[in-house]
């Protein structure tokens, strides 16, 4: 998956982190709860698994799982 500049990005994180891709995120607070989103765009390869029945993979680093909200975004068009 590749990570895409969200709209409206808040912050990046990793910026400085030369061992992580940087990622843009937009910092929410919907109905009393803190969100960060980011927005991903799968590969060719990874979109025809998709295709094909695959599935998509999470992967927390840690020990710890935090709540997590994992969703679909509808095609938007270029900026």
Excluded: F, K
Excluded at 18 to 35: K, P, R, S, W
Excluded at 62 to 68: E, K, L, S
């Amino acid at each position: 998956m590749q990570a895409l500049r969200i709209s409206n990005a808040t912050r990046i994180l990793a910026e400085e982190q030369d061992e992580y891709h940087a990622l843009a995120i937009l910092d929410e607070e919907i109905g009393g709860v803190n969100h960060m989103t980011s927005v991903w765009e799968p590969t060719p390869a990874e979109l025809q698994q998709l295709i094909d029945g695959g599935a998509v993979r999470l992967t927390i680093l840690g020990t710890a799982h935090p709540p997590i909200m994992l969703t679909t975004q509808a095609p938007h068009p270029c900026e």
